[in-house]
C-alpha cells in the first residue's frame, strides 16, 4: 500500500523559508507523479508544483513560480518542496499526493489543461501545516 508522510511545515514571518519533505513508501514503480497541493480555509484544494519522478519534468503554480523549488532525492524516497519568500498568502494546510501507476502518473504530470489538480491524484499523506505570519 502506497504511504506518504509529510514533514517540515511550522509558522514564519513574511519572507522566510521553509522546507517541507514527502516520504512515500510502498510504491513499486519507478516512476510516479508526486504533486503538493495546499489548501486555505474556506478554499479549495490547489496544486502547488509536482514532480514527475521518471524523467523530472516539473510544474508549478503561477503564484509560487520563482520562489518554490520542487525536487526528488531517490535513495530517500522523499520529495521536497523548498519555499523562499514565503507570503501570508502561502498559509495552508500543504499535502503531498502521488498519481500512482505510471500511466496515471504521466497524464498528471502536469493534466492535459497545464495544471496540476488534485482529482486523479489517489494516494495523499496526511497533511502539514505552514503559517505565514508577522
Known amino acids: 500500500q502506497v504511504q506518504l508522510v509529510e514533514s517540515g511545515g511550522g509558522s514564519v514571518q513574511p519572507g522566510g523559508s521553509l522546507r517541507l519533505s514527502c516520504t512515500v513508501s510502498g510504491y513499486t514503480y519507478s516512476s510516479n507523479c508526486i504533486g503538493w497541493f495546499r489548501q486555505a480555509p474556506g478554499k479549495e484544494r490547489e496544486g502547488v508544483a509536482a514532480?514527475?519522478?521518471?524523467?523530472?519534468?516539473?510544474y508549478y503554480a503561477d503564484s509560487v513560480q520563482g520562489r518554490f523549488i520542487i525536487s526528488q532525492d531517490n535513495d530517500r524516497n522523499t520529495v521536497y518542496l523548498q519555499m523562499n519568500s514565503l507570503k501570508p498568502e502561502d498559509t495552508g494546510m500543504y499535502y503531498c499526493?502521488?498519481?500512482?501507476?505510471?500511466?496515471?502518473?504521466?497524464?498528471?504530470?502536469?493534466?492535459?489543461?497545464?495544471?496540476?489538480?488534485?482529482?486523479?491524484?489517489?494516494?495523499w499523506g496526511q497533511g502539514t501545516q505552514v503559517t505565514v505570519s508577522s
Open positions: 514532480i514527475y519522478t521518471g524523467g523530472g519534468s516539473l
Open positions: 499526493a502521488a498519481a500512482g501507476d505510471p500511466i496515471n502518473a504521466a497524464l498528471r504530470c502536469p493534466g492535459l489543461d497545464g495544471t496540476v489538480t488534485p482529482a486523479g491524484f489517489p494516494y
